[in-house]
């Protein structure tokens, strides 16, 4: 008999130890799809799953130099010559059986952060701290991914008493909201009955579930770059195009948005690079921006103004401009049908002492794009949190869960596929 909870711990430190950016997760696809095929795995890679056109803020250098290190890490080059290029894997299992097609998404990426060196951090204790400088799980997706393994090693063994057919989606960059919208446009979850999704600890603790959190934001990242032409600053600026100018005009003018009176809104610049030297009339700047939206409406208003402003600044300055979106998450709300199916696996759940209705998520979580692509194709989807005491907060050095959150969310994985799979 399989020990899955002891798996779910094993995997999660093992994970832990190699943790990669968004778009870099050669070795963690890798990792995910020999289990998932040593258990009798039909697994999908690369452009099966990944949709080109929708792949935001993914950059070449950094691909290159993970798919180096997934090779120096013992990846076979056949495995990575399946990813052409992109991570994230989705695992079919079909029981043969005439039945629902039920989907979980799990997301697999690390964030930009440097693991404490403090002796009494768990992971440094017992030997799990990740050994790649600079980067770390500290917002709980080694976690996920480990779930989602335990979860497709459970379903194989049971798949005698289940029907239907199961996809596990094993997500890439979530961070900056950039890998959904890739796995959603390729279609591969459109004939998805239901699709569940979930984050560990966030915004709760060990033993207690937040059945529907709120407040997922709508959000468009776009990196804006403006050029125009240089020229002597002393002796013609008349034949320069500043594009200095015309980024600084186009953020005031962005500050300036009207605010919308159906609901919240947000605007960020970033970012704001640009100029060459004192001299010169400066031809280039960047800029990192987001807008943010309490419905998509709402958000896409703000988007539009943006580029209204970019347009229009371009003109005025005598400079082109490049709008790259890099990333995107939509609002969402879990279908009322699976939060009561939620809730009722929550109180059969022995690690979960406490149910939460809803709560204020306040964040963007890119699973808003999968979930709505599977609502808009007649499906049903819903997004969960399973609590884990964390030693500090989400993103931080010092990050680490209560690994009771792990059996948490495999039962109620387990418990969800019961009651749908009846
Ligand atoms: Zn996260």
Redesign the pocket.
């Known amino acids: 008999m399989v020990d899955f909870y002891k798996q779910l711990v094993e995997q999660r430190r093992e994970l832990h130890q190699w943790p990669e950016e968004g778009w870099t997760e050669f070795w963690t696809t890798a990792y995910i799809t020999e289990h998932l095929r040593e258990w009798g795995y039909e697994v999908l890679l690369g452009l099966k799953v990944i949709d080109k056109e929708n792949v935001f803020g993914r950059n070449q250098e950094l691909v290159d130099a993970a798919i180096e290190a997934a090779k120096n890490r013992g990846v076979s080059q056949a495995l990575l010559d399946e990813m052409q290029g992109y991570t994230g894997a989705v695992a079919v299992l079909d029981t043969g059986k005439e039945g629902p097609v039920t989907a979980f998404r799990f ?1 697999i990426d690390c964030v930009c952060v440097q693991e404490t060196d403090d002796a009494s951090h768990k992971p440094n204790q017992e030997g799990f701290r990740s050994v790649h400088d600079g980067y770390m799980h500290a ?3 080694d976690c996920h991914a480990s779930i989602g393994l335990t979860l497709a090693r459970w379903l194989m063994e049971n798949k005698d008493s289940l029907k239907g057919k199961f996809k596990i989606v094993f997500q890439p960059a ?1 961070e900056g909201v950039r890998g959904a919208s890739a796995i959603a446009a390729s279609g591969v979850l459109d004939d998805a009955d239901y699709l569940f999704g979930s ?1 560990i600890s966030f915004m709760a603790d060990t033993g207690e579930v937040v059945v529907a959190p709120y407040g997922l934001l709508c959000t468009t990242k776009y990196d804006v770059t403006f050029r125009g032409a240089p020229a002597h600053a002393g002796k013609e600026p008349n034949a320069g195009r500043n594009a200095l100018a015309a980024a600084c005009n186009a953020v005031v003018q962005m500050m300036g948005i009207a605010r919308h009176g159906g609901g919240m809104t947000r605007i960020n610049v970033g970012t704001l690079r640009a100029g060459e030297g004192r001299n010169v009339i400066p031809c280039t700047a960047h800029m990192a921006l987001e807008v943010r939206g309490e419905t998509s409406e709402i958000n896409d208003y703000m988007a539009q103004q943006v580029k209204n402003i970019i347009e229009g600044i371009a003109k005025s300055f005598g400079v082109t401009y490049e709008i790259s979106t890099m990333g995107a998450a939509v609002d969402f709300l879990n279908d009322a049908e699976l939060n009561d199916i939620i809730s009722d696996v929550a109180k059969t759940v022995p690690t979960v002492n406490k149910i939460v209705a809803d709560g204020n998520f306040g964040g963007s979580e890119d699973y808003s794009i999968m979930g709505r692509r599977v609502q808009t194709h007649g499906g049903k989807a819903a997004f969960f949190i399973c609590g884990a005491d964390r030693t500090a907060g ?1 993103h931080q050095g010092k990050f680490d869960i209560d690994e009771t959150g792990l059996t948490t969310a495999f039962d109620m994985y387990k418990g969800i596929v019961e009651k749908t799979n009846k």
């Open positions: 997301d917002c709980g997706h979530e984050h989400h």
